[in-house]
Nanobody, 123 residues
């Protein structure tokens, strides 16, 4: 199971840190990702991190502003979001996949999902 937390209301230019805690003993064998879904839009890929944490991947719109990191000992994956913009407003979901490779941005590849945590950025 995945449990996401850390969402809230923030002004544009501010920061938030999302956290996702996993249960079970196979966390380190899964690629972890963050997705988001804005009101009226489809869910989209935000960031992913390889099993070891040595490789990270971001969608273009968040590069330089968001940082994904994981702690395999604590079984957590965080998303640090800086310089937030109103267009970052969305429900954010953490997800896990055991797909072969270093990362995937394809939603259908992720078999495990946490509940969403809402991020609202006011202008």
């Amino acid at each position: 199971q995945l449990q996401a937390s850390g969402g809230g209301l923030v002004q544009a230019g501010g920061s938030l840190r999302l956290s996702c805690a996993a249960s079970g003993d196979t966390f380190s064998s899964h690629i972890m990702g963050w997705f988001r879904q804005a009101p009226g839009k489809e869910r989209e890929f935000v960031a992913a991190i390889s099993r070891s944490g040595g490789a990270t991947f971001y969608t273009d719109s968040v590069k330089g502003r968001f940082t994904i990191a994981r702690d395999n000992a604590k079984k957590t994956v965080d998303l640090q979001m800086n310089s937030l913009k109103p267009e970052d407003t969305a429900a954010y979901y953490c997800a896990a996949t055991n797909k072969v490779g270093y990362f995937t941005s394809r939603e259908s590849d992720y078999g495990y999902w946490g509940q969403g945590t809402l991020v609202t950025v006011s202008s």
